[in-house]
């Protein structure tokens, strides 16, 4: 069993974010899904964790996993774009300075 979100596209980012989608195949390809790319996985989550105080440190330990996972292959000027629409970017910088720091 598990869970997905449902986010309605009306603003200019997330209507990006769903044009980047790539089409994956799953359950051997039975199925054809669009998946957003990493950098807009962590916009959602920074929009959902902002919009939903219940899921901030949860998405916010997902977004450090997620780059940290990542951080050579990010984009990562637009990650820091998606925390300053949401007047965030301390946290973005002390998750940068973590990951650079524990390296």
């Not at 990650?79 to 946290?91: S, V």
């Amino acid at each position: 069993q598990g869970r997905v979100d449902f986010l309605i596209a009306h603003r200019y980012y997330t209507q990006e974010m769903l044009k980047k989608a790539v089409e994956k195949d799953i359950l051997g390809g039975k199925y054809k899904i669009k998946v957003v790319t990493i950098e807009d996985q962590i916009g959602f989550k920074v929009q959902s964790s902002t919009n939903d105080k219940e899921r901030h440190q949860k998405d916010l330990l997902d977004i450090e996993w997620l780059i940290k996972s990542n951080y050579p292959n990010l984009d990562m000027d637009l990650i820091k774009e998606y925390f300053k629409i949401f007047n965030r970017e301390n946290e973005i910088n002390r998750i940068i300075d973590k990951i650079k720091n524990a390296g």
